[in-house]
């Protein structure tokens, strides 16, 4: 789970606030704040693996910190904020909807606490405002010197729009005040889950980060809601090879539950107890295997060793789609059966469930799921360009699989592009190039920005010149 702190730098913000009974004033942003650091140390103790980020709104939205753990460097930034013009909450959606999707994708749950002068309720009613398209909530605190509007008008704390809720400080508006909402916030939303693993007689507490979230999914006759049980059982360890990529719902950190005795004794003592969850993880290494787990009757995930450098690893938790057939090159997980190791010849002989065949490396259907993917794809046909007369034919067949599957994937503006990149590369010739080259790629970059070429059906040919006398098989 990531938090998102949206700060509203508006110049209704410059309205001071002063406290009874003292000399002392403060303006609304001094406030949200003091807030917003009250809200960091809390992460800072309770929560280290928070990611954070802070954007600020006004008639615009600026990012002004992206996800880091670096609270520091989060508060020094907060603390020069200054004032700018009117509020407009529009841009402010949007831009949480392309953080997000742009940092984590828009499956990765995320808290959003948005702090503004109290007159957001209005604001937010706007027909053109959509929801958040991630998991997560926006909680609203309106810093407002006067009794909140929501109560009065709306008699609710519920935003419009499906949007998320109002956290009301106490009124006078003090820091004390600020501190309080800000650390009720705080308790309630970043709560440890604790759960225990289980293999057999082997057990460990372990802390789950970020917690799991129920499934819920609607079927053709029934609601089907999906929770993970106060334990999670190892059922079985699979070869990290066949697990090849399987559809995740979410991806978990795990760590073993230390101990929270304040006494340093029972902690030291806690610290040399071995640890199932630490074994697990270096044999689960070291292997090269993955456990299998089941979350509730019908819902299974996997252990893996997770690497994001060469030094340093982590005990991830991937949880699957609900079902017994989660992957579907295994079969369903009911019928899977002991390793060769330990099989007698007997049962070597009967069928097994395990799919064994190998992907082919040449596939039928591109995917892009990263740039780099994409790119590689456009490289290989420049490269192919480059070579001809002789590599003619893998120039075309490459470049009808682009342009058929950015048809099938809507992703149409990509030729025009490609057309722009072939005229470039045909400017970019060098002399002792072959002259059909030149010719070829200045008629594929016509044929591309055709309307006809938008068509799935169609193909597009080599020109046929003195150098060419075929067509494309």
Same mark, same amino acid.
């Given at each position: ?9 508006? %110049? ?71 004032? $700018?013009? &009117? ?52 909680? %609203? ?86 929770? @993970? ?23 978990? +950190?795990? +760590? ?10 029972? !902690? ?32 299974? !995930? @996997? ?6 450098? $060469? ?50 490396? &040449? ?84 044929? +591309? ?11 597009? @040919?080599?020109?046929?010149? $003195? ?7």
């Amino acid at each position: 789970m990531a938090t998102i702190l949206a700060i509203d730098v508006s %110049v209704s913000m410059m309205r001071t606030v002063k406290i009874k009974d003292s000399k002392e004033k403060y303006t609304l942003l001094q406030l949200a704040i003091h807030g917003a650091n009250v809200l960091l140390d809390y992460l800072a103790v309770h929560a280290k693996l928070e990611f954070v980020a802070v954007i600020t709104f006004s008639s615009t939205c600026d990012v002004l910190c992206s996800f880091t753990r670096d609270y520091d460097l989060v508060k020094s930034k907060i603390s020069q904020l200054d004032f $700018k013009s &009117n509020t407009c909450y529009p841009p402010v959606i949007k831009a949480l909807n392309y953080l997000v999707h742009n940092e984590w994708s828009d499956s990765v749950s995320c808290q959003v606490m948005m702090i503004t002068d109290g007159r957001c309720y209005e604001g937010l009613r706007d027909p053109q405002i959509s929801p958040l398209l991630f998991p997560g909530n926006l909680m %609203v605190l309106p810093l407002d010197v006067t009794t909140s509007i929501y109560k009065n008008n709306y008699d609710s704390n519920r935003l419009p729009n499906g949007l998320g809720y109002i956290l009301t400080p106490d009124l006078p508006l003090t820091p004390s005040s600020v501190t309080k909402i800000f650390d009720k916030f705080a308790k309630d939303t970043y709560v440890p889950y604790i759960t225990s693993l289980r293999c057999g007689n082997l057990k460990s507490d372990i802390q789950i980060i970020p917690p799991p979230m129920a499934y819920t999914r609607t079927t053709d006759f029934e609601l089907l809601t999906c929770c @993970v049980s106060n334990e999670v059982h190892i059922i079985g360890f699979i070869e990290s090879q066949r697990l090849e990529c399987p559809a995740t719902l979410s991806r978990h +950190l795990v +760590l073993p539950q230390r101990a929270t005795d304040e006494c340093n004794e029972n !902690a030291e003592i806690s610290s040399r107890t071995p640890s199932f969850c630490v074994l697990l993880h270096g044999a689960l290494k070291v292997e090269n295997m993955t456990a299998l787990c089941q979350l509730c009757p019908g819902w299974l !995930a @996997v252990l893996v060793s997770w690497a994001d450098n $060469k030094k340093k690893s982590n005990l991830m938790l991937i949880i699957l789609e609900p079902g017994l057939n989660p992957m579907p090159w295994l079969g369903d997980v009911r019928h899977l059966t002991l390793s060769s190791s330990v099989l007698t010849k007997q049962e070597l002989e009967e069928p097994q469930p395990i799919k064994t065949d190998k992907r082919s490396y &040449n596939q039928s259907q591109l995917v892009w799921i990263k740039e780099a993917g994409l790119q590689a794809d456009i490289q290989k046909i420049l490269r192919q360009a480059r070579k001809m007369p002789e590599k003619i034919q893998s120039f075309y067949k490459e470049l009808n699989r682009i342009r058929k599957a950015a048809i099938a994937y809507s992703f149409t503006d990509l030729l025009p592009n490609i057309a722009d990149l072939l005229e470039i590369e045909c400017t970019n010739l060098s002399g002792s190039t072959h002259p059909d080259c030149a010719i070829q790629l200045s008629h594929v970059a016509g044929e +591309l920005r055709k309307p006809y070429a938008m068509d799935p059906k169609f193909t597009i @040919v080599p020109l046929v010149t $003195k150098f060419v006398h075929h067509d494309l098989s």
